[in-house]
Structures are given as C-alpha cells and as structure tokens.
C-alpha cells in the first residue's frame, strides 16, 4: 500500500514476521535524492494523555543512515523528544498507515512522502524476495542491504574470478552487489575501467541485484552510506584482540577509495563464512564495505555458471563483430599464448604443485608442469595445427602479451601450411578478450586467469575450448 503526501523524506514502515499473527513495524527515514525546500517548523502540539494499550513493542529509526533505537513504546504513548514508535497489531490497514504518517509528521514537524507498506504486502515467502523504497528514478533503494569491495588483487583475470564469487555472496546473503569498475595499471597510479562500458550490467541483473559504483555513489550514498557511518570490514577471527583493516594503506587501495572521494571513519570486523543474516542484519549493517572482493580464487566450480550472465554490451560487442569481419576469414581459431617475462617466472619452480593459479580448470597430471605453465613454441604450433585441422578454420587471431613469440609462432606456422592466415593486434586486453570468446574454436593457456576469463564465457555458452598441454577442460558441476 502506497499513500503519497507532501514531498520531502520517504519514510519507510517495514514489517517482520514475528509469529502467525504479530508483526512488528520499523520506520525508517531516508531523504529524497532530489533537493527540497526546508520547510518552517510548526509548534508540536501537546498530545492528551491516553490510556495505555496492552501490546508494546521497540522501534528503531534510520536517519541518514544512523540507526537510533529508542526503547519500548505503546501506541498511544506520549511523543517526546523527538522520538517515534512502532507497535504490534495482527493486521495492517489504511486507518493505521494514517496514525502513524500523523504521529511522525507531529513528532518531526516535517512533511513527509510517505510508502506504507502493509503486511499482506512484506509477508515474505521465500528469502530472495525484495523489499524496495521507490525513489522517484531508476534506482532504489534496496533495504536488504549493499556490499562494496576493492578489486584490489591482480589484474582483470583475477578481478573477473572475483566478481564471480562475489556475486554468488551477495546472492546469498540477498544483498545488492555494488559492481566496482575493473583496475588496470596502464596509468599511475591505476586506471578505472567501469564494468558497464565493456559489459552488459542489464544482463547482470537477470542474474542478482546489482548497482554499478559510480550510480551508487552518486545517487544512493548520501542517503544510505553517509560520510559518518563508512565503516571498513574485513576478517575477524575469534579471539583477535585487535582489529586494522589498514583501510587505504598502499596500491590500488588508497587510489581507488580516493576516485570516489571515500574516506573511512573506523574498521568493522566480519567473518565471510558466517550467517550474515544474523551477525550483520541491514538495521544495523546497512552498506558492508569490504577491503577485498569477498570471494576466493581461482573461481569455486559451482560459481562458473554465472558467466553466463556476464556479456558483452551491445557496443563493445558490435565493434568486436566489425573488426572480425574486416581481419579475419572464418572460421577462425582464438589463440591466448601467456609469455611475457613475470610469467616465465612465476612458472619456475612448481613442479611440486598439485594446483596453481587456474589450473583447476583443466585436466593434467597430478603435478603441475612446466610445459603447461609455460609451453614451448614448437608445443603450442603443434596443438594450434592439431585445434585448426580439427576444426577447418582458414584464420588464427593469436592473443599474447609478448609479440615476440608470436611472431615466432607466426614464422613455424607458416612454415607447416600457407592457407592459414594468422593474425595479431595490439588493441588493449579487452579487444583480445571480446575475439577469443568469439572465436569459433580457442585454445589457450591452463594456468592462465586470462585464459580462464575466455573458457568460462565459452564454456558457459556452449562453445569449444582446449588447453595447451592439456587432455581438456575439467567438467562443471551441474547446477539444480
């Protein structure tokens, strides 16, 4: 039930089941986003004394989104100080939405835009059902709660893995997930690439709520994350006396809290593990703002599914088909070859491992080698002539991030069949990521989270992808 006054702030009364008949009703306060003119203040009348009703309840009242519980209340109790109540009834109707819309408006000597939501309308019938506040716009506010989080380990292919993770969370929990732009290091100290400008943040949704930062900032946080409540969570263990989430301490941290002009008044503790629902309820925990994506890596099995919903937007998309149609005959085999000097170093010396980096992804020996960490030219042509062969492509679109090898590559290919014309761009990684998973077969590096990226998005649409050095990719849960 909607009932509409004078504009000004929303008021919320929010019901939660208590038993099969009592509820009780939250009032919650939060201001327009679009400027109102103050109105005067009028004298509060002297409410008469009334006699005093039998059933009582607490109430807490949300301003800005500070939460002040002001005790036990009756219905009819004197209103003193400011202070506003809520009660326990078994039914919700029109006649109680009016008391309470003239009690607060008596109580604040405000105007109010008032939402009364009844309980035939918040009676829940499963937890992933939303309790919104319309705002007047496209955004709202979501009164289950948001989660924020630094992509502030690794670059794009473990950012993606934890985005993915992250979204599960926040499906869980059933919270909105605020998507933070992606982190490169082209720029110093770091360059940020919003999530909607190379993917489709419409095609998210489908999947769980979410809100891009830059509309969260700049439309929502005022109102639901105020400057005096942005507190830092991070991981508290039992029994640690003290708590540092060390805040905005180093690279990409401090740059990327500081493009959106957040600072931080003190450091939570949160356990990822534990039952949000109970240990950090929205009343109390509205925004949790996390150090780091709260998500693992390499991405957990049951999570790569949601790749599915991770798309291309329409743009990015069209310029991607466009460029194919100009270089490339098809079909053509996508190519990631991982060379550059960091990663001939981060492949030394992990024969020992049983999993490194995105290995899980694939099916190898018990321990990781060399050659599938780092493979030899002369074994990355032989299984690309293998992959093409197989596949009767007439063009290769080679990704590398060292176009040495690459034109070493080029050289042996071209040495085995003239009818291949193999192809190399340096159009950034984002232009590599939107032709491989286009590619109408790719094969790609195991331990790579690059690679990943690719073998999740085609794997998730049905599309081919092999490994070098590998027998292929591991299978995927299957999803119930």
Known sequence: MVMQAASGTVLVIQTDLFDQQTYRYTIRSIPNLTPQPQPQPQPQPQPQPQPQPQKCAVFRLVVLGKYVDTGAFCRHSPVENNQLETFERESCNIQDMLWIQALVALALASQFAFLGLCNDVLRKSSDEEVLPISRGNEFEVDLNGYILYCPCMGRFGNQAAHLLGSLALAKQVNRTLVIPPFITYTSYPIKLVPYESIFDIHRLKDFHRVITM??????????????????????????????????????????????????????????????????????????????????TFPVLPEHKYISEFIAWNEDFQLSADAWIASHLSLPFLGVHVRAGSDWLNACQGIETFHEYMSSPQCRHDEFITSNLCFPSISDMVASISDEAHLHDVKSLYIATDNPTVAAQMTQQIHSLTRTLTVVTADNGPFHDLAILTAADAFVGNCVSSFTAFVARYRKARGKHVAFFGSEGPQPWPKMT
Request: glycine share 8%; aromatic share 16%.
């Open 214 to 295: 830059d509309n969260f900032m700049k439309y929502l946080s005022e109102t639901v994350w105020p400057p005096s409540q942005r507190f830092m969570y991070c991981s508290q263990y039992p029994g640690q006396q003290q708590l540092d989430c060390k805040t905005k301490q180093g690279n990409p941290f401090g740059p990327f809290w500081d493009h959106f002009h957040i600072d931080f008044v003190g450091d939570r503790g949160i356990q990822l593990r534990s039952n949000w629902r109970i240990t950090h309820p929205p009343e109390k925990h509205f925004v949790i703002a996390l150090r780091g994506a709260p998500a």
